[in-house]
């Protein structure tokens, strides 16, 4: 009994130990809840109000679009890397210029190689009109992760009111433009919509590039080079592109398989899914800062890794939650004509919660020594996702896609735990302890 009461006992002081990080998670969740609110609510009007099969095609465009973007917030990483021990207000002002021009070379690349490229790409897979939707979603997704940049700058000073505040301002405002479409009897089309990303995106990309002009004096000198800057950048850009490619490699490939009202039945089951993105999304903004910590300091691993059991664990509850009452919330949200897509559900859910598994094995392999060890992990990954797509959705249907999705991610997942872990042991043997260091 003495056994159980002390692990009781120390249970107890390792939760209230993070009882800064629960405040911290409420904060960023704030945010995190109005904007994952938004893009539902902006999923549930397109669904009911232009059927399945535009919102088919609208979930292969949200899934570029989000490619795009999330691809580009990989110089987020760098910024955060960059300035994580800086005092000086000025080399802070500085590390922001330079993720700023990164990511502004960023878009240009990428916008360039749309119309020039990836057209005639997508017209080999897709038809012509769905390739046009490709390069739109290419477009905005660019220009919104120009954007995203002022939300690292806050989350890099640990102020997450103000990245809780910024979050949800793409969302809400893509929102409200289709609920007023939808309100004055417009027709919705996948087109309309993407104008309406296109427009908002280049808006608020402005907004930012004015903001950082107004700030240019007071900028110092940047605290590391641009070359460091843009080689660790490039080598996390192209581990995220793989990363987030075969995370999405369903969405991707089922137009080649199914026609786009199965995939709008698919879209529907992944948004019930996301919905575990609340958590997901509100756990990478407080990780991504400790796991920064833990690379400069192995000796914080206890804390990091325990924060992130509770995360992992909140995100499990979640999901049984969610399971348990899929039937009510897929007829309520989308409608019966959706209902065809509980099972779909099960497994997707299952898909988010490995995902959330993996959220702080990446984070530590990123901000380590050897960020590149993401490259080899994603190439795999995507590697057996395409092989498993292509096999299973012939054959077993909407839901192979979900199984072939569920198997990469435990592959994917014994990777990341088993590279993140030799990666701790050597900085732990390889580094001195304080009292060790020269003075």
């Not at 535009?54 to 691809?71: A, C, K, N, R």
């Not at 843009?230 to 089922?254: E, F, H, P, Q, W």
């Not at 575990?276 to 796991?291: D, K, R």
Request: aromatic letters at 8%; proline letters at 3%; a positive charge.
């Amino acid at each position: 009994m003495s056994r159980i009461a002390a692990s009781v006992v120390a249970f107890g002081r390792v939760v209230l130990s993070f009882r800064g990080s629960f405040a911290r998670l409420t904060t960023v969740a704030s945010g995190i809840v109005a904007t994952r609110l938004a893009a539902f609510l902006t999923s549930v009007v397109i669904a009911r109000t232009a059927g399945a099969s535009t919102f088919g095609e609208f979930t292969l465009f949200t899934t570029v679009f989000t490619l795009t973007s999330e691809i580009g917030n990989s110089f987020d990483v760098c910024y955060l890397r960059q300035v994580a021990d800086l005092k000086d207000v000025r080399a802070v002002h500085a590390g922001r210029r330079m993720q700023f021009l990164a990511k502004l070379a960023y878009s240009a690349v990428v916008i360039i190689a749309a119309f020039l490229t990836v057209r005639w790409v997508a017209e080999a897979a897709y038809s012509r009109d769905e390739a046009a939707l490709v390069v739109m979603a290419v477009l905005s997704g660019s220009l919104s992760t120009i954007f995203s940049s002022v939300i690292a700058w806050y989350q890099a000073l640990r102020r997450f009111d103000k990245v809780a505040l910024m979050q949800p301002v793409f969302n809400l405002t893509v929102l409200l433009a289709v609920t007023l479409m939808a309100v004055m009897g417009w027709v919705i089309t996948q087109a309309g919509v993407a104008r309406v990303y296109v427009l908002v995106s280049g808006m608020l990309a402005t907004a930012v590039a004015l903001w950082l002009l107004a700030d240019v004096h007071r900028a110092g000198r940047a605290p590391t080079g641009a070359s460091e800057f843009i080689r660790t950048g490039v080598t996390l850009l192209g581990s995220n592109a793989l990363i987030l490619a075969s995370t999405r490699m369903d969405v991707l490939l089922l137009p080649r398989f199914v026609g786009y009202e199965e995939v709008g039945q698919y879209g529907a089951a992944l948004r019930i899914a996301l919905l575990l993105g609340l958590v997901q999304a509100a756990a990478t903004m407080l990780i991504l800062p400790s796991a920064v910590d833990v690379a400069r300091d192995p000796r914080r691993m206890r804390r990091f890794a325990g924060a992130s059991a509770l995360f992992v664990l909140v995100q499990g509850a979640t999901a049984a939650v969610l399971i348990g009452f899929r039937g009510p919330v897929v007829s309520i949200v989308f409608g019966p004509a959706y209902a065809s897509v509980e099972p779909i559900v099960v497994v997707l859910v299952l898909q988010s919660v490995l995902t959330a598994m993996m959220i702080p094995f990446q984070a530590f392999i990123q901000c380590g020594r050897r960020p590149k060890d993401m490259i080899y992990i994603a190439g795999c990954r995507l590697v057996i996702v395409t092989l498993l797509l292509v096999l299973c959705v012939p054959a077993f249907g909407l839901i192979g896609a979900g199984y072939a999705m569920v198997g990469t991610s435990i592959l994917a997942l014994a990777a990341m735990a088993g590279v993140s872990y030799m990666s701790w042991r050597g900085d732990v043997v390889c580094r001195p302890s304080p009292s060790e260091s020269p003075s």
